[in-house]
């Protein structure tokens, strides 16, 4: 099998992050936080490492860099903790349902209220579309920093810097960019939510919420944390008002190992490496009228390409393919909003390479894909 999504999850991952979910397995059997015995100490050692390393990668405070499930844990945090008190927030028209569906549900509960930016291939007129939206009670925008649909990259810093001017938290959804591009606190984000799975290399059911200490962000879920113990009221601190029970070493121990691989690597040369295979994918499928590929001249991308094959469903011809060995995703991508901007209801194919896809599997895949044009009729 040839992964061609790694939007969803990174495949194959690095070999030191094999090595390092192994070494947690032997070493790190004690629960971080949880006791003074040498098992403990150690595993409390290493997890506080990891939170130095993701810290440091993303210009925060270990203090305030918080281990997750994954990044729709991440976000549910983040928008469910600033809007406590409820208000107005605003999200873009490329949302992932981690940010959609939780700001749906604050407004469906009568706690908040909610609008959607459109977002334009002209980024000027993205940022007036947030800029217009803004009102006295606006408390927060969240917004992806790169559409998972298209790979459409936002432009995430002036939205930053209109949030600031007007004292908004900004919550920021780095899944598809954080590994691929530097991004940072400095960046202008207050909150900034991502996989550890992703394009950081490391294990599923890993991901990182990271503040700069702005806002407060209400915990919701309350349990044990290792501190204040003698206490009913969840500890109000970071991280340890928001990791109640215990953490996913193995899996943390794995994304500091993938930050470390992505760090060694460089970014610049992951991006140029997974943009150079869409680009050849595109040149590759472009010359086909039967191939419709989603994108903007005027805009900039991360490396993804949704495409569609005119008049077969995007389910068929990821199957096709899948027997064919190539992995791909279709369907909607959990992002209903950005394929109602496309006006795909019936969804898309989604490609996204990662720094182990080759060229050759990419001119491969490209011949596979003409082919099952032929078949649509069939």
């Known amino acids: 099998m040839i992964n ?16 390092a979910a192994r070494e947690a397995m032997v070493r790190y059997g004690g629960n971080s936080g949880r006791g003074g015995h ?28 918080v281990f997750t499930l994954n990044c729709t844990h991440a976000l549910n945090m983040a928008i469910q903790g600033v809007m406590y008190s409820g208000g107005h927030m605003i999200i873009s028209s490329l949302e992932h349902n981690s940010s959609a569906r939780p700001a749906a549900e604050l407004v469906r509960q009568g706690k908040a209220s909610l609008s959607v930016a459109e977002v334009f291939p002209d980024d000027d007129r993205t940022v007036e579309s947030f800029r217009r939206l803004i009102s006295d009670d606006t408390k927060a925008v969240i917004c992806t920093l790169a559409s998972n649909v298209t790979g459409q990259l936002l432009p995430y810093r002036r939205i930053a810097e209109l949030c600031r001017e007007r004292g908004i938290c900004f ?57 204040n113990s003698e206490s009913l009221i969840q500890p109000d601190l970071l991280p340890d008002s928001l990791e109640s029970g215990t953490l996913n070493t193995t899996g943390i121990m794995s994304v500091k190992a993938g930050i470390g691989f992505v760090k060694r690597t460089g970014t610049d040369h992951i991006f140029r490496h997974e943009t150079e295979l869409c680009e050849q994918f595109i040149s590759l499928i472009s010359d086909s ?46 992002s209903a909003l950005a394929h109602a901007q496309l006006g795909t209801k019936e969804g898309t194919v989604r490609f996204s390479p990662s720094v182990f896809s080759r060229s050759e599997d990419v001119s491969r895949l490209a011949s596979a894909i003409k082919n099952v044009t032929n078949m649509r009729n069939y």
């Open 4 to 19: 061609f999504d790694n939007s969803a999850t990174t495949f194959p991952k690095p070999e030191s992050v094999i090595r």
């Open 171 to 227: 919550i920021a959804d780095g899944a598809q960019v954080c590994g691929i591009i530097p991004v940072s606190l400095g960046d202008g984000i207050n909150i900034l939510c991502t996989s550890g799975h992703k394009g950081l290399y490391g294990l599923t059911g890993t991901g990182l919420l990271i503040s700069d200490g702005s806002y407060p962000i209400h915990p919701i879920i309350q349990g044990g944390t290792g501190s």
């Open 289 to 334: 009228g039967d191939i419709v590929v989603y994108r903007e001249k005027s805009a900039s991308y991360m490396p993804i390409v949704s495409f569609n094959i005119r008049g077969m469903p995007s389910g068929r011809t990821a199957d096709i393919l899948a027997k064919q060995g190539y992995c791909l995703r279709a369907g909607l991508h959990c």
């Open 38 to 65: 040498e098992l403990a100490a150690r595993t409390s050692e290493a997890v506080y490492s990891a939170r130095a390393e993701a810290a440091d990668f993303f210009g925060a405070e270990p203090e305030n860099t």
